[in-house]
């Protein structure tokens, strides 16, 4: 195991389980060793790469791809059913919105609340609390409780967050399109100098800010890695793909 | 930090523990997480108090006076014409002392045990969006639940010294029988918070037996009241354990026999430890099922 080595995912796979009656969910807990009461949803099979320090990694695929999944996994929030995941250094997930708010809380509280979270000390969190205000840049709203706020207000705060918890790696789940034209630059500038010492790993619909951001593209389709490379390689593949299929229910297809 | 997640939990879990370097790390694993999560569950209780408190002119005052007047309520009430017996038996002077001293550490567990169930649901949003150690979310219930027993117990005392004129020395000891409780809380808060988030059902049952704990338990009576025949199953019962334990230190200034000192110790560690294991195994599926 290499010391540059941030993220190595060997071929993870994540199920989650759907249930017909409520009563098999205890069916499946006494006896579940001799018999399976459940109907699986395969969101990930067989998913393997690795990241070194400094690499930015894209992830693309259509909705209900597996993607956020993947970085759950990777964060740590959820586990894979199989397969294994070595993450090494502190991560920042700034994932789809709504990143792990109290509403009720005001923007001041919910930072710091945050950033010991993510494994700062709580003096450390108010000490930095100013420059992560002025990232934000929501003005008098970051005393207000975060139920006035509105979505781009939101990311907004998510964002400034992780960008001051010295974080090793960036996991970004869609969230920089919320931003207005003006806080996408800020993130990028930010995000092109983390890349100089830290990972990202970045799931993203847009496509310029995946050819600006990342060193390697991961296509994922139906839970599984289509292909994987340069992004001006594997981009273009996967839109004259998305073209050509149909955009139809079969991918959700839950199996007995 | 550094982490691995494997497929089967357990074995993580059990990685961690031997990572940790002392051969027994598995006993020190829920104090350990406990520990180096401090920071965590300070901000949070912190921030849980403060939420109480906003938008109440009075804050704190609250939380002081809804014990006064309970207390207050109990003392007219038992005063003179409702004097039982077991509170002269107890070498109690007022009853209303005897119940409340009881109603402490019973509170504490009611509280508890009936938000574990819903424990996981209530902080969904923050488990699943960040990468947050669930099992902390014992720790900062119990500490919050502590902060409401502290300041009625401060008034307990309070009111011991008023009506009696004395607070007995050995209410000193009172810490050496809160400790061990408060490990047998976190275990059943673990244990149940796990239950409780694969079915609702089981938030339901809590609820539906509480008011039957509180006559299992000295409360209003002490286990020296209970007849002779029944009198060892009392103690089968570990809230009576505490609760018996709490009462004869603050009040009747009796130090508790060893044997169920040692008793308090034995059910607080395997509920602990029990709890936290439950816990664990099931914390991967928790995230997904709540």
Same mark, same amino acid.
């Given at each position: 195991?290499?010391?540059?080595?941030?993220?190595?995912?060997?071929?993870?796979?994540?199920?989650?389980?759907?249930?017909?009656?409520?009563?098999?969910?205890?069916?499946?807990?006494?006896?579940?060793?001799?018999?399976?009461?459940?109907?699986?949803?395969?969101?990930?099979?067989?998913?393997?790469?690795?990241?070194?320090?400094?690499?930015?990694?894209?992830?693309?695929?259509?909705?209900?791809?597996?993607?956020?999944?993947?970085?759950?996994?990777?964060?740590?929030?959820?586990?894979?059913?199989?397969?294994?995941?070595?993450?090494?250094?502190?991560?920042?997930?700034?994932?789809?919105?709504?990143?792990?708010?109290?509403?009720?809380?005001?923007?001041?509280?919910? &930072? +710091?609340?945050?950033? /010991?979270?993510?494994? =700062?000390?709580?003096? @450390?969190?108010?000490?930095?609390?100013?420059?992560? $205000?002025?990232?934000?840049?929501?003005?008098?709203?970051?005393?207000?409780?975060?139920?006035?706020?509105?979505?781009?207000?939101?990311?907004?705060?998510?964002? &400034? +967050?992780?960008?001051? /918890?010295?974080?090793? =790696?960036?996991?970004? @789940?869609?969230?920089?399109?919320?931003?207005?034209? $003006?806080?996408?630059?800020?993130?990028?500038?930010?995000?092109?100098?983390?890349?100089?010492?830290?990972?990202?790993?970045?799931?993203?619909?847009?496509?310029?800010?995946?050819?600006?951001?990342?060193?390697?593209?991961?296509?994922?389709?139906?839970?599984?890695?289509?292909?994987?490379?340069?992004?001006?390689?594997?981009?273009?593949?996967?839109?004259?793909?998305?073209?050509?299929?149909?955009?139809?229910?079969?991918?959700?297809?839950?199996?007995? | 930090?550094?982490?691995?997640?494997?497929?089967?939990?357990?074995?993580?879990?059990?990685?961690?523990?031997?990572?940790?370097?002392?051969?027994?790390?598995?006993?020190?694993?829920?104090?350990?997480?406990?520990?180096?999560?401090?920071?965590?569950?300070?901000?949070?209780?912190?921030?849980?108090?403060?939420?109480?408190?906003?938008?109440?002119?009075?804050?704190?005052?609250?939380?002081?006076?809804?014990?006064?007047?309970?207390?207050?309520?109990?003392?007219?009430?038992?005063?003179?014409?409702?004097?039982?017996?077991?509170?002269?038996?107890?070498?109690?002077?007022?009853?209303?002392?005897?119940?409340?001293?009881?109603?402490?550490?019973?509170?504490?567990?009611?509280?508890?045990?009936?938000?574990?169930?819903?424990?996981?649901?209530?902080?969904?949003?923050?488990?699943?969006?960040?990468?947050?150690?669930?099992?902390?979310?014992?720790?900062?219930?119990?500490?919050?639940?502590?902060?409401?027993?502290?300041?009625?117990?401060?008034?307990?005392?309070?009111?011991?010294?008023?009506?009696?004129?004395?607070?007995?020395?050995?209410?000193?000891?009172?810490?050496?029988?809160?400790?061990?409780?408060?490990?047998?809380?976190?275990?059943?808060?673990?244990?149940?918070?796990?239950?409780?988030?694969?079915?609702?059902?089981?938030?339901?049952?809590?609820?539906?037996?509480?008011?039957?704990?509180?006559?299992?338990?000295?409360?209003?009576?002490?286990?020296?009241?209970?007849?002779?025949?029944?009198?060892?199953?009392?103690?089968?019962?570990?809230?009576?354990?505490?609760?018996?334990?709490?009462?004869?230190?603050?009040?009747?200034?009796?130090?508790?026999?060893?044997?169920?000192?040692?008793?308090?110790?034995?059910?607080?560690?395997?509920?602990?430890?029990?709890?936290?294991?439950?816990?664990?195994?099931?914390?991967?599926?928790?995230?997904?099922?709540?």
């Amino acid at each position: 195991m290499s010391s540059d080595l941030v993220i190595r995912a060997a071929g993870i796979g994540k199920s989650y389980q759907f249930y017909t009656h409520y009563a098999d969910r205890f069916k499946q807990m006494i006896f579940g060793r001799f018999r399976k009461f459940y109907k699986d949803y395969w969101v990930l099979r067989d998913v393997s790469f690795e990241a070194r320090r400094g690499e930015s990694i894209g992830i693309i695929g259509r909705n209900g791809a597996g993607k956020s999944t993947l970085l759950q996994i990777i964060c740590g929030i959820t586990t894979p059913t199989y397969g294994e995941v070595e993450v090494h250094g502190r991560v920042a997930p700034v994932l789809s919105l709504g990143t792990g708010f109290d509403t009720e809380l005001t923007g001041r509280e919910n &930072a +710091i609340i945050g950033g /010991v979270v993510l494994g =700062l000390r709580r003096a @450390d969190i108010i000490k930095r609390f100013d420059s992560i $205000a002025e990232f934000a840049a929501i003005g008098q709203f970051i005393d207000q409780p975060m139920k006035l706020y509105s979505t781009g207000m939101f990311m907004r705060l998510a964002f &400034a +967050i992780c960008a001051h /918890v010295d974080a090793e =790696l960036m996991v970004i @789940d869609e969230s920089l399109s919320v931003g207005d034209t $003006a806080f996408q630059d800020k993130c990028r500038t930010f995000l092109r100098n983390f890349r100089k010492t830290g990972s990202i790993l970045l799931v993203s619909h847009s496509v310029a800010e995946l050819h600006n951001l990342c060193d390697r593209v991961v296509w994922i389709d139906r839970g599984r890695i289509r292909e994987m490379g340069k992004p001006s390689e594997i981009i273009p593949k996967y839109q004259s793909a998305v073209h050509e299929e149909h955009d139809d229910a079969s991918r959700f297809l839950i199996e007995a | 930090m550094t982490y691995q997640s494997r497929a089967k939990t357990s074995t993580a879990i059990m990685l961690s523990a031997r990572k940790s370097g002392a051969p027994l790390g598995w006993l020190a694993l829920p104090f350990t997480t406990g520990w180096r999560h401090r920071e965590l569950i300070r901000v949070i209780v912190q921030r849980e108090f403060a939420q109480r408190f906003r938008g109440s002119a009075l804050g704190w005052f609250w939380a002081i006076i809804s014990p006064i007047v309970m207390l207050g309520a109990y003392t007219i009430v038992f005063t003179g014409p409702f004097k039982v017996s077991a509170a002269a038996e107890a070498g109690v002077g007022h009853y209303a002392l005897f119940i409340f001293a009881a109603l402490i550490p019973f509170n504490l567990f009611t509280e508890l045990f009936a938000r574990a169930p819903n424990l996981m649901r209530e902080n969904a949003w923050f488990l699943k969006k960040t990468i947050f150690p669930s099992d902390t979310l014992g720790w900062i219930a119990l500490c919050r639940a502590l902060i409401y027993a502290g300041i009625s117990f401060a008034i307990l005392l309070a009111f011991e010294l008023a009506l009696t004129g004395r607070i007995p020395a050995t209410a000193l000891l009172a810490p050496l029988v809160i400790v061990p409780y408060c490990l047998f809380l976190l275990g059943v808060v673990w244990f149940f918070a796990a239950l409780g988030s694969l079915t609702q059902d089981v938030a339901h049952v809590v609820t539906s037996i509480m008011p039957l704990i509180i006559f299992g338990s000295p409360v209003f009576y002490s286990v020296a009241d209970v007849p002779p025949a029944i009198r060892e199953f009392a103690y089968l019962n570990p809230l009576a354990i505490y609760i018996e334990m709490t009462r004869n230190l603050v009040l009747a200034g009796v130090v508790p026999d060893f044997a169920l000192y040692g008793q308090a110790w034995l059910v607080a560690l395997v509920a602990f430890w029990v709890g936290h294991a439950v816990f664990m195994r099931y914390r991967s599926i928790l995230v997904d099922v709540v």
